[in-house]
């Protein structure tokens, strides 16, 4: 089973090959989108390692001189996305958008080089992404944390990849909706409309990407001029461990002063995670740094946080939660917790189950010892993939597939989670 599950995997990493990047899904999203390729690029990894460092080296190809790495490149022109570089006009020769994405390369670099078989391959094509990696890093330091508190707040739903979770909802309801461009969206023609954003969504992500573009990108005024600033534990979990792996890498390979500088960031936000713990829901959440206060919304957002080497306490009592998330719903985890109101199973991050999140939550886990629940998560989700194929999404309680089909990232975590089976084996 495992090997049909790993040869039906492979052909979708090459479906959606595009030669030196993959594109998530054809139709739905058909450029190069940031953390989908770097987490692709660890399936790619098992089987062809020159290809997957294409993969990041790609991305990084597009990144921005203030350090920023874009969270889409559209590399080709398609019609079929909204919105477009028209749109964005960050005037760059291959089109980018102007706002990031989880900063999971770091995390993806070390892990391909750790694994590689081609061990001067890795060591020169990991030499070459460490400066650029750590440009971003303080870029996010820098531009996205300007009073230096060791978190970096998001400034666009979209840069979070939780587009609309139910962690937005109060900050994105502040943000208006005057002067937004009449527009078409292209999503809903390509996948269920009850299981993407809302329109009033879709208003004020436009209304945000007008705004910043009418400040000319410039990453110096951002934070402080977007309506829309909040502080993710996921997010920031994801950029404390990309430091932290980034400071092995650069150790290994002998670049000092950059692990000294990364080793500083990953300890300085694993301090300053602590203020975003609540003891009453047993999870960390997400601080709308605009308004000043803590988002009562018990989301995968603070699940993710076990991803960065958080205390064992912490990530112990995440492990239960997931556990008794596990109670409500047949398959883990939940994007949204299934007991509260605002929980849709089938509406994008508001519910429905990613086997990304999967992937990074078990990661951190099995570092924390936490073991039963890793083998509970890695089971549900090999579960999904025989019973509903390689979906964007899915609800975590039918199973239903949901979003786009054909998923390059499913496929290749779908190989991360069977071939660590075979290794352990
Ligand atoms: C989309 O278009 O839905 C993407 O999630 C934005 O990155």
């Known amino acids: 089973m495992s090997e049909t599950m790993i040869t039906a995997a492979r052909a979708i990493l090459a479906q959606n090959d595009r030669g030196t990047y993959t594109v998530p899904t054809k139709g739905l999203y058909p450029f190069q989108w940031n953390w989908d390729s770097c987490l692709s690029a660890l399936g790619f990894g098992h089987f062809d390692e020159a290809r997957a460092w294409t993969e990041i080296d790609t991305l990084f190809d597009h990144q921005w001189d203030d350090g920023m790495v874009p969270h889409i490149i559209f590399h080709k022109h398609d019609d079929g996305y909204f919105p477009g570089p ?38 020169t094509r990991a030499r070459a992404l460490l400066p650029k990696i750590a440009a971003w890093h303080d870029w996010f330091f820098r531009c996205r944390d300007p009073e230096g508190t060791g978190l970096v707040a998001i400034i666009h739903p979209w840069e979070s990849g939780r587009d609309n979770s139910v962690d937005w909802d109060a900050a994105l ?50 934070h402080d001029a977007s309506p829309f600033r909040v502080v993710d534990p996921g997010f920031n979990a994801i950029l404390i461990r990309a430091c932290a792996d980034l400071a092995w890498l650069a150790e290994v390979l002998g670049e000092e002063t950059i692990a000294r500088a990364a080793r500083a960031q990953a300890d300085k936000g694993i301090a300053a995670m602590e203020t975003l713990w609540s003891a009453e829901h047993g999870q960390y959440l997400c601080f709308d740094r605009a308004s000043g206060a803590s988002i009562q919304s018990r989301s995968i957002g603070g699940l993710l946080a076990t991803f960065a080497p958080i205390p064992q306490p912490r990530a112990r009592a995440i492990a239960q939660r997931i556990a008794s998330l596990g109670e409500q719903a047949p398959f883990l985890v939940p994007s949204h917790d299934p007991s509260a109101p605002d929980y849709d199973g089938k509406r994008y991050w508001r519910g429905p189950v990613w086997l990304i999140v999967n992937y990074l939550i078990a990661d951190g886990l099995a570092v924390a010892g936490e073991t039963a629940v890793v083998e509970r998560i890695i089971a549900t989700s090999l579960r999904l993939i025989e019973q509903s194929g390689f979906a964007e999404y899915y609800d975590p309680i039918t199973g239903e597939p949901c979003g786009g089909s054909s998923f390059t990232w499913t496929a290749a975590m779908v190989i991360e989670f069977l071939i660590r089976d075979r290794q352990a084996a």
Not at 182 to 190: A, E, G, K
């Open 86 to 123: 028209d749109v964005w006009q960050t005037g760059r020769a291959v089109p980018t958008t102007g706002i990031t994405q989880p900063a999971v390369a770091g995390f993806a670099v070390r892990r391909l080089f750790e694994r590689a078989k081609d061990r001067d391959m890795a060591r």
């Open 173 to 222: 309801g502040r943000v208006p909706t005057e002067g937004v461009m009449p527009f078409v969206r292209r999503d809903t023609q390509h996948a269920n409309p009850a299981h993407r954003p809302t329109d009033a969504q879709y208003q004020r992500f436009i209304w945000l990407v007008q705004h910043f573009r009418d400040l000319g990108w410039d990453n110096a005024q951002l």
